[in-house]
T-cell receptor, first 117, second 112 residues
Framework: KAGVTQTPRYLIKTRGQQVTLSCSPI?????VSWYQQTPGQGLQFLFE???????NKGNFPGRFSGRQFSNSRSEMNVSTLELGDSALYLC????????????????FGEGSRLTVL | SQELEQSPQSLIVQEGKNLTINCTSS?????LYWYKQKYGEGLIFLMM?????EEKSHEKITAKLDEKKQQSSLHITASQPSHAGIYLC????????????FGKGTKLSVIP
């Protein structure tokens, strides 16, 4: 079974530009979530999608957005890039579909490393 | 908001030695996850603990959950170079949150 695939793996942008990152979840997984990882803040939750609906969003400015397609693939977009947006962006998928007491095991991709100059 | 504090922040051990990493939560734990990360790469799931007193083992790694103390510990027996990496604990946000809150991680180096 193929794992979570993220593209691109590495990218360099300049301040003010925008970027789109892509994530293909494990086949059959309908929940996709995104995390930002930086040396200073660690891993922080961005948002989670299930069946094309955003169910939860972290404490990030509106420049960060995402969406999920009918095939469960997801994209996230960051507009008007700032130097502080340089980070490893990780996508995770999960087979948990209900709203039980636990989020469940997340399967992470290798990440997209964004550098903003 | 929930915060997880991991200790120590970094650890250097001789191959063959045992070690313990701790994770303390500022709030009630609904579920505690342990992940391992190689530098700059994705996270690899190790274990999930849900109930107080629960203990799970996989190969030479054992994790325990103390619900009352809002703590979890990860113990590695007879460490090997393959154990090197960053260990992260993540707390479940509870029903309907669909997110994990992570600690800052513990960087483990194993010297042959």
């Amino acid at each position: 079974k193929a794992g979570v695939t993220q593209t691109p793996r590495y990218l360099i942008k300049t301040r003010g530009q925008q970027v789109t990152l892509s994530c293909s979840p494990i086949s059959g997984h309908r929940s996709v979530s995104w995390y930002q990882q930086t040396p200073g803040q660690g891993l922080q939750f961005l948002f989670e999608y299930f069946s094309e609906t955003q169910r939860n969003k972290g404490n990030f400015p509106g420049r960060f957005s995402g969406r999920q397609f009918s095939n469960s693939r997801s994209e996230m977009n960051v507009s008007t890039l700032e130097l502080g947006d340089s980070a490893l962006y990780l996508c995770a998928s999960s087979s948990i579909i209900g709203s039980g007491t636990n989020t469940g095991e997340l399967f992470f991709g290798e990440g997209s490393r964004l550098t903003v100059l | 908001s929930q915060e997880l504090e991991q200790s120590p922040q970094s650890l250097i051990v001789q191959e063959g030695k045992n070690l313990t990493i701790n994770c303390t939560s500022s709030k009630t734990l609904y579920g505690l996850y342990w992940y391992k990360q190689k530098y700059g790469e994705g996270l690899i799931f190790l274990m999930m603990l849900q109930k107080g007193g629960e203990e799970k083992s996989h190969e030479k790694i054992t994790a325990k959950l103390d619900e009352k103390k809002q703590q979890s510990s990860l113990h590695i027996t007879a460490s090997q170079p393959s154990h090197a990496g960053i260990y992260l604990c993540g707390a479940d946000g509870g029903a309907g949150s669909y997110q994990l809150t992570f600690g800052k991680g513990t960087k483990l180096s194993v010297i042959p």
